[in-house]
């Protein structure tokens, strides 16, 4: 389990910072090499990508749960983690819904405030009871 923390946060901290940076994906992984504590895994990069080339309908999915808030007024830090959460969920059979959701949550708690885990909770809640 802790392994599958690590990919998913370093994925998370890369997704992160490339919504300031905005720079293609190889250049990216460069970036991230140079950053100490980032695991830059092939789990990770394949999670990387699969948030990149999936954005649009990762978008979509959150505007239709997000019920308070319009896309472009969720911080960036909740966008990130929400992205990689459904991404798993869509993408990924190897992991179960309760798993990419806690995981998540467990992501917020750490980088966000109270407010911000609710939110992510209620998104992802939403979602999985959706599926």
């Known amino acids: 389990m802790e392994e599958r ?11 992160f910072e490339n919504m300031f940076l905005q720079v293609s994906g190889d250049e990216l992984f460069d970036i991230a090499a140079q950053i100490e504590g980032i695991l830059l895994s092939q789990r990770t990069k394949k999670l990387v990508n699969c948030v990149f080339e999936n954005e649009p309908e990762l978008d979509k999915i959150i505007t239709s749960f997000s019920e308070k808030r319009a896309l472009q007024r969720i911080p960036r830090l909740n966008k990130a983690i929400l992205y990689i959460a459904i991404a798993e969920v869509l993408y990924n059979d190897k992991v179960p819904t309760n798993v990419a959701i806690s995981e998540a949550v467990n992501i917020a708690k750490k980088y966000g405030l109270e407010s911000d885990v609710k939110f992510i909770n209620g998104v992802l809640g939403s979602f999985a009871r959706s599926l």
Request: glycine share 0%; proline share 0%; hydrophobic share 55%.
């Open 5 to 15: 923390m690590t990919y998913r946060e370093s994925a998370f901290l890369i997704i």
